[in-house]
């Protein structure tokens, strides 16, 4: 079974600042993904990925497949970034649908 | 606006009732899951549907009852919960091809008094 362990727990920042999110694992993967889950509950897919680096407007993901590691920074963070952000890898199940396992999440704060 | 849909989106219920979580996606996924996240932790998997056929049943009580009665629904039929099934309940979809995103939506808040 894999095991996913992200860091820092919980991160507090000032606005403007960059901000960087580690998530380590433990067994190959076909796929890890970055999750946000905003305080209503709701969780957003952010990236999936697989090899490299991907960039969406203010985030960037990178992992590194050999290393087992995988990170999330966030450029000029603003406080509407704060939000749960949750590192999940992906496994092959049965009936070829895809499980995630998930870390136990980074809660960030980013204050005005 | 998340494109699947869960209701409701809060429900209180006692022990000896029965009621349903519904989840509808129009994304024509043919994978859909049902998560329980309970406060502070990650979600954790309860059923996986493939082309509307249960594929995992992660030892999930039998007071919980999924059904998939077409590629577009998901429900979660609930009977006799206890106070500690008081959770988050996410849906999910996705493509069943490989390393494909999970779309969620934005659960249901469900209290058993």
């Known amino acids: 079974k894999n095991e996913v362990e992200q860091s820092p727990q919980n991160l507090t920042a000032q606005e403007g600042e960059f901000i960087t999110i580690n998530c380590s694992y433990s067994?190959?993967?076909?796929?890890l993904h970055w999750l946000q889950q905003h305080p209503g509950g709701g969780i957003v897919s952010l990236f999936m990925l697989s090899s490299g680096k991907k960039k969406h407007g203010r985030l960037i993901a990178t992992i590194n497949i050999q290393e087992k590691h995988s990170s999330l920074h966030i450029t000029a963070s603003h406080p509407r970034d704060s939000a749960v952000y949750i590192c999940a890898v992906s496994c092959i199940s049965s009936g070829s649908a895809r499980q995630l396992t998930f870390g136990s999440g980074t809660q960030l704060t980013v204050l005005p | 606006d998340t494109e699947v849909t869960q209701t409701p989106k809060h429900l209180v219920m006692g022990m000896t009732n029965k009621k349903s979580l519904k989840c509808e996606q129009h994304?024509?996924?043919?994978?859909m899951y049902w998560y329980k996240q309970k406060a502070k932790k990650p979600p954790e998997l309860m059923f996986v549907y493939s082309y509307e056929k249960l594929s995992i049943n992660e030892s999930v009580p039998s007071r919980f009852s999924p059904e998939c009665p077409n590629s577009s629904l998901l429900n979660l039929h609930l009977h006799a919960l206890q106070p500690e099934d008081s959770a988050l309940y996410l849906c999910?979809?996705?493509?069943?091809?490989?390393?494909?995103?999970?779309?969620f939506g934005d659960g249901t808040r469900l209290s058993i008094l």
């Open positions: 999910a979809s996705s493509q069943v091809v490989v390393n494909q995103p999970q779309h």
């Open positions: 994304m024509g996924h043919r994978a």
């Open positions: 067994v190959g993967i076909s796929a």
